[in-house]
């Protein structure tokens, strides 16, 4: 009866570990394949608003940098 139990106990063990290395492998699939959320189309508009605010800024302030110098900032024909 012992020896039943052993070996019932052995097969449950081996069968549990077999399980959770195939979670395992299912959770590092899935964690490949799933894209993280700064690849959303709402973050890349995000960040494109972003930079350009950014550059506007930096046009802005050169420009009035310019004026303040008496600095033509284009020439027109």
Known sequence: MDAELYVAEYMMRDRIAEVRA???VARLLRQS?????????GT????????????????AFAI??????????????
Do not use: F
């Not at 890349?44 to 046009?59: D, Q």
């Open 64 to 77: 009035s940098r310019a004026l303040a110098n008496d600095t033509h900032v284009a020439k027109h024909p």
């Open 33 to 41: 394949t799933e894209r993280s959320p700064r690849h959303s189309v």
């Open 44 to 59: 890349r508009w995000l960040e494109t608003g972003r930079s350009l605010v950014k550059t506007v800024r930096r046009v």
């Open 22 to 24: 195939s979670a395992e």
